[in-house]
Antibody
Framework: EVQLVESGGVVVQPGGSLRLSCVASGFTFDDFTMVWVRHAPERGLEWVSLITWNGLNTYYADSVKGRFTISRDNGKNSLYLQMDTLATEDTAFYYC????????????????WGQGTLVSVSA | DIVMTQSPLYLPVTPGEPASISCRSSQSLLYFNGYNYLDWYVQKPGQSPQLLIFLGSNRASGVPDRFSGSGSGTDFTLKISRVEPDDVGLYYCMQALQTPLTFGGGTKVEIK
């Protein structure tokens, strides 16, 4: 059974830093591109970042570029999101998700999601 | 960036009746391989989002055949043939073609 379990969400002050983790099980982790998506209160889903299977290619939403860093440790079946210079607008549930292999790596359909971890940025 | 536009924002439905959600992209999602890189997701209350339809018209594993996706290029539709009370939630389309991945604004489906 595929499982993704996020952790690391807490209340943090504006300007602070946080690292989210996502531990994967039930599939060959290093075969898949992984993604972070967030859902802020009263707002829709927003893609945050993507990392390819080998970690060599990373992509970011403009809203987090230069502040967030995605990484992975395939030996530990783990995905990370380092979040720096946090702002109140970053308050959201953060989900890690797997990009399924439906078109040979050319597309990013998100077929499994974790339960989410809540990041709250507040003074 | 590809802009995704969904309608309606709010959809009250009657159990047993059909329902339909539209999604439009600002550029074509039809890839050279013939697939449309458009997905549908649902986020039920208190749950994580889950994949319903991938590549425009393919039901994800475990999704009832009451759900169907159609469309090509820039115009897509999610249809529920007979709504059930468990179908309430937020429905999103997402383009899976390129980064930044972008979602529609969401459609809230509620039972009348």
């Amino acid at each position: 059974e595929v499982q993704l379990v996020e952790s690391g969400g807490v209340v943090v002050q504006p300007g602070g830093s946080l690292r989210l983790s996502c531990v994967a099980s039930g599939f060959t982790f290093d075969d898949f591109t992984m993604v972070w998506v967030r859902h802020a209160p009263e707002r829709g889903l927003e893609w945050v970042s993507l990392i390819t299977w080998n970690g060599l290619n990373t992509y970011y939403a403009d809203s987090v570029k230069g502040r967030f860093t995605i990484s992975r440790d395939n030996g530990k079946n783990s995905l990370y999101l380092q979040m720096d210079t946090l702002a109140t607008e970053d308050t959201a549930f953060y989900y890690c998700a797997r990009a399924g292999d439906y078109c040979g790596g050319d597309c990013y359909s998100l077929d499994f999601w974790g339960q989410g971890t809540l990041v709250s940025v507040s003074a | 960036d590809i802009v995704m536009t969904q309608s309606p924002l709010y959809l009250p439905v009657t159990p047993g009746e059909p329902a339909s959600i539209s999604c439009r992209s600002s550029q074509s999602l039809l890839y050279f391989n013939g697939y449309n890189y458009l997905d549908w997701y649902v986020q039920k209350p208190g749950q994580s989002p889950q994949l319903l339809i991938f590549l425009g018209s393919n039901r994800a594993s475990g999704v009832p055949d009451r759900f169907s996706g159609s469309g090509s290029g820039t115009d897509f539709t999610l249809k529920i043939s007979r709504v059930e009370p468990d179908d309430v939630g937020l429905y999103y389309c997402m383009q899976a073609l390129q980064t930044p991945l972008t979602f529609g604004g969401g459609t809230k489906v509620e039972i009348k």
